[in-house]
C-alpha cells in the first residue's frame, strides 16, 4: 500500500494492518511526517512536533508481541495543546506558557500511550482553548482546508484540521461549548464529547470541573469509538472517572442498532441558526425515517441555558486563571480577560442560581429521552466563517450579546451532561461542511454511536478525506 492509499485509510483500517503486520508503527510516522510537510504549511494545524519521541516509543512498544500492544497497536495520535505530554512543549495558546515543558504527562495522555497510541505532535488551539476559532499569539491561526480563507473553528481546530487533511487517523479534542463539536461540523470529521467521568484525566483547579471534556475525534463513527475504547476506564488519579464497560464502543458503533424515536430541533428553543443550516440539518435528520425511526420536532426546555453558562463558564475561569490575570495581564486576550472578570464578580446567589439551573435542565434532558432515543440538532448555527473575525457576532439578524452566546446550541447539550457528536450530514452552497449534533441521555455513548453510525450509512455523505487545502480560488 502507497503513501496516499494510507493517508486515505480508516483508523480502523490502519490498527488491522499493524495487528496483521502489515506495516510497522514506524512506517506510519514516516508517512505522517512526509504528509505533515507537504500540507501544514498552508493550514498550520500542527505547530509542535515530537517525531523523536513518537519514534523511541515505537521501538519500544515493538518489543511487545503484537497482540499486547493495545487497542490501537501503534497507531500515531497528535494531542491537543492544552494538555501535558511529557518532555514536550505544551502552550496552551498563551505566550505565557509558551516555552513550558512538562515533565509528566496529563492521566489522559498516558491511557492513550498504555493503550497502544504513539503521541507525534500538539495540535492547536485558541489561547486557553477560549473561542471557538483557533488562534493564538504563539503560533498564529489554523486554517479550514475546504477554504483556507475560513476558520476551522474551535479550539480543537487544529485536531479537526489534521484529521480533514491526513495528517491523522485520530486525534484527541476537548469540548466545553462545542469546541470539538463546531471544529467538527467545520471541517466535515467526527467529533464527540463524551459523558462526565467517561475519559480520565489529570484534576488541575478543581476536582470535580465538568463543563470542559476531553474527547475523540476522527473521520468517520467507528473511528471514534475506537479511540473511545482507547481513552476510556476508571484513574485512581481522576474521582470522577468512571469503569471500563463490558462491551466495547467499537462493537457498539457496528451493532446496527436503530433507535426507534428521534427529536429533531432546528435551534433547541435558544438561538437564531442560519437557514441554510437548518435545513441541511433538518433534511439529514428526516432520513432517519429510511432506518425506520420515527422523527419529531421537539426538544427539552433549555430555556435558562444563556445564563446558567455564562455563570459557571466564568466562574471556571476565575478559578482556573484568577492567578494569571493577577500576573500575566497584559500577556492575556481581551476575550480571556473578560471572561475572568466576570467570574471573578460573581456573587454566591448567581452561583447558587446557575447550579439549579443546570440541576432543572439535566433533569428535563433526562425525562426527555424517555420517549426519544436521540436528539438531532445543527452542531453549529452557521457555515464556517471568516478567519479574520474573532468569533460570530450575529446570525440571521441576531446580534449576541458576547463572543460566546453564538455556542448556545452546543453549550446547552454540556449543561445537560448528555454526550454529544457532530456528524457530516451536507455541505452549503459554497461547498462548506455541515455537521449535525447527535444526542443521547448521559451515559449512553454506546446508544449515541450506534444511531451515529446507521444514519451515517443513510446519508453516505462523507467527505472526501483527506483533502489538500483549497483557496477561494477553488469556488469553495
Given at each position: 500500500?502507497?503513501?496516499?492509499?494510507?493517508?486515505?485509510?480508516?483508523?480502523?483500517?490502519?490498527?488491522?494492518?499493524?495487528?496483521?503486520?502489515?506495516?510497522?508503527?514506524?512506517?506510519?510516522?514516516?508517512?505522517?511526517?512526509?504528509?505533515?510537510?507537504?500540507?501544514?504549511?498552508?493550514?498550520?494545524?500542527?505547530?509542535?512536533?515530537?517525531?523523536?519521541?513518537?519514534?523511541?516509543?515505537?521501538?519500544?512498544?515493538?518489543?511487545?508481541?503484537?497482540?499486547?500492544?493495545?487497542?490501537?497497536?501503534?497507531?500515531?495520535?497528535?494531542?491537543?495543546?492544552?494538555?501535558?505530554?511529557?518532555?514536550?512543549?505544551n502552550t496552551l495558546g498563551s505566550p505565557i506558557f509558551q516555552d513550558n515543558i512538562p515533565a509528566?504527562?496529563?492521566?489522559?495522555?498516558?491511557?492513550?500511550?498504555?493503550?497502544?497510541?504513539?503521541?507525534?505532535?500538539?495540535?492547536?488551539?485558541?489561547?486557553?482553548?477560549?473561542?471557538?476559532?483557533?488562534f493564538n499569539e504563539v503560533f498564529g491561526a489554523t486554517l479550514n482546508p475546504w477554504d483556507t480563507?475560513?476558520?476551522?473553528?474551535?479550539?480543537?481546530?487544529?485536531?479537526?484540521?489534521?484529521?480533514?487533511?491526513?495528517?491523522?487517523?485520530?486525534?484527541?479534542?476537548?469540548?466545553?461549548?462545542?469546541?470539538?463539536?463546531?471544529?467538527?461540523?467545520?471541517?466535515?470529521?467526527?467529533?464527540?464529547?463524551?459523558?462526565?467521568?467517561?475519559?480520565?484525566?489529570?484534576?488541575?483547579?478543581?476536582?470535580?470541573?465538568?463543563?470542559?471534556?476531553?474527547?475523540?475525534?476522527?473521520?468517520?463513527?467507528?473511528?471514534?469509538?475506537?479511540?473511545?475504547?482507547?481513552?476510556?476506564?476508571?484513574?485512581?488519579?481522576?474521582?470522577?472517572?468512571?469503569?471500563?464497560?463490558?462491551?466495547?464502543?467499537?462493537?457498539?458503533?457496528?451493532?446496527?442498532?436503530?433507535?426507534?424515536?428521534?427529536?429533531?430541533?432546528?435551534?433547541?428553543?435558544?438561538?437564531?441558526?442560519?437557514?441554510?443550516?437548518?435545513?441541511?440539518?433538518?433534511?439529514?435528520?428526516?432520513?432517519?425515517?429510511?432506518?425506520?425511526?420515527?422523527?419529531?420536532?421537539?426538544?427539552?426546555?433549555?430555556?435558562?441555558?444563556?445564563?446558567?453558562?455564562h455563570v459557571l463558564r466564568a466562574f471556571d475561569y476565575a478559578i482556573e486563571m484568577g492567578v494569571?490575570?493577577?500576573?500575566?495581564?497584559?500577556?492575556?486576550?481581551?476575550?480571556?480577560?473578560?471572561?475572568?472578570?466576570?467570574?471573578?464578580?460573581?456573587?454566591?446567589?448567581?452561583?447558587?442560581?446557575?447550579?439549579?439551573?443546570?440541576?432543572?435542565?439535566?433533569?428535563?434532558?433526562?425525562?426527555?429521552?424517555?420517549?426519544?432515543?436521540?436528539?438531532?440538532?445543527?452542531?453549529?448555527?452557521?457555515?464556517?466563517?471568516?478567519?479574520?473575525?474573532?468569533?460570530?457576532?450575529?446570525?440571521?439578524?441576531?446580534?449576541?450579546?458576547?463572543?460566546?452566546?453564538?455556542?448556545?446550541?452546543?453549550?446547552?447539550?454540556?449543561?445537560?451532561?448528555?454526550?454529544?457528536?457532530?456528524?457530516?450530514?451536507?455541505?452549503?452552497?459554497?461547498?462548506?461542511?455541515?455537521?449535525?449534533?447527535?444526542?443521547?441521555?448521559?451515559?449512553?455513548?454506546?446508544?449515541?454511536?450506534?444511531?451515529?453510525?446507521?444514519?451515517?450509512?443513510?446519508?453516505?455523505?462523507?467527505?472526501?478525506?483527506?483533502?489538500?487545502?483549497?483557496?477561494?480560488?477553488?469556488?469553495?
Amino acid at each position: 500500500m502507497n503513501q496516499q492509499e494510507l493517508i486515505r485509510e480508516s483508523a480502523c483500517g490502519i490498527v488491522k494492518k499493524l495487528t496483521r503486520g502489515e506495516v510497522t508503527p514506524l512506517d506510519l510516522l514516516d508517512v505522517l511526517e512526509k504528509r505533515i510537510s507537504d500540507v501544514d504549511g498552508e493550514v498550520n494545524a500542527l505547530p509542535t512536533l515530537c517525531f523523536d519521541r513518537a519514534r523511541q516509543s515505537a521501538t519500544e512498544l515493538m518489543k511487545k508481541p503484537i497482540a499486547e500492544r493495545g487497542h490501537l497497536a501503534g497507531l500515531p495520535v497528535p494531542i491537543k495543546d492544552l494538555t501535558d505530554v511529557s518532555g514536550v512543549r505544551n502552550t496552551l495558546g498563551s505566550p505565557i506558557f509558551q516555552d513550558n515543558i512538562p515533565a509528566r504527562s496529563d492521566i489522559l495522555v498516558e491511557r492513550l500511550e498504555e493503550n497502544g497510541a504513539l503521541i507525534y505532535a500538539k495540535s492547536n488551539t485558541p489561547e486557553f482553548g477560549s473561542g471557538a476559532n483557533t488562534f493564538n499569539e504563539v503560533f498564529g491561526a489554523t486554517l479550514n482546508p475546504w477554504d483556507t480563507s475560513r476558520s476551522a473553528a474551535g479550539s480543537s481546530g487544529g485536531a479537526a484540521v489534521a484529521l480533514a487533511t491526513g495528517m491523522a487517523w485520530l486525534a484527541h479534542g476537548s469540548d466545553m461549548g462545542g469546541s470539538l463539536r463546531n471544529p467538527a461540523s467545520f471541517c466535515g470529521i467526527v467529533g464527540l464529547r463524551p459523558s462526565i467521568g467517561r475519559v480520565a484525566r489529570t484534576p488541575k483547579s478543581k476536582v470535580d470541573a465538568t463543563l470542559g471534556l476531553p474527547g475523540p475525534m476522527a473521520r468517520n463513527v467507528e473511528d471514534v469509538a475506537l479511540m473511545l475504547d482507547a481513552m476510556s476506564g476508571q484513574h485512581p488519579g481522576d474521582p470522577l472517572s468512571l469503569p471500563k464497560l463490558a462491551n466495547s464502543f467499537l462493537s457498539a458503533a457496528r451493532s446496527g442498532k436503530k433507535p426507534r424515536r428521534v427529536a429533531y430541533s432546528p435551534d433547541l428553543g435558544i438561538t437564531p441558526v442560519d437557514p441554510q443550516v437548518a435545513a441541511i440539518t433538518r433534511a439529514a435528520a428526516e432520513r432517519f425515517e429510511e432506518a425506520g425511526a420515527i422523527v419529531e420536532e421537539t426538544h427539552p426546555d433549555f430555556a435558562e441555558a444563556h445564563e446558567c453558562f455564562h455563570v459557571l463558564r466564568a466562574f471556571d475561569y476565575a478559578i482556573e486563571m484568577g492567578v494569571l490575570l493577577r500576573k500575566h495581564r497584559e500577556l492575556m486576550k481581551p476575550e480571556v480577560i473578560w471572561n475572568i472578570e466576570e467570574g471573578l464578580r460573581l456573587t454566591v446567589e448567581q452561583i447558587e442560581r446557575a447550579e439549579i439551573q443546570r440541576v432543572a435542565m439535566s433533569a428535563r434532558a433526562v425525562q426527555f429521552f424517555e420517549t426519544y432515543d436521540l436528539l438531532l440538532t445543527p452542531a453549529t448555527i452557521v457555515e464556517p466563517f471568516a478567519i479574520q473575525n474573532r468569533y460570530v457576532s450575529e446570525c440571521a439578524g441576531k446580534t449576541f450579546d458576547n463572543y460566546v452566546q453564538w455556542l448556545g446550541i452546543a453549550y446547552a447539550i454540556t449543561l445537560a451532561c448528555c454526550p454529544a457528536l457532530s456528524l457530516p450530514c451536507g455541505f452549503t452552497e459554497s461547498g462548506l461542511p455541515v455537521g449535525l449534533q447527535i444526542v443521547a441521555s448521559p451515559g449512553c455513548e454506546a446508544q449515541l454511536l450506534a444511531g451515529a453510525k446507521v444514519l451515517e450509512d443513510v446519508l453516505d455523505v462523507r467527505p472526501t478525506t483527506p483533502i489538500d487545502p483549497r483557496g477561494t480560488e477553488s469556488g469553495c
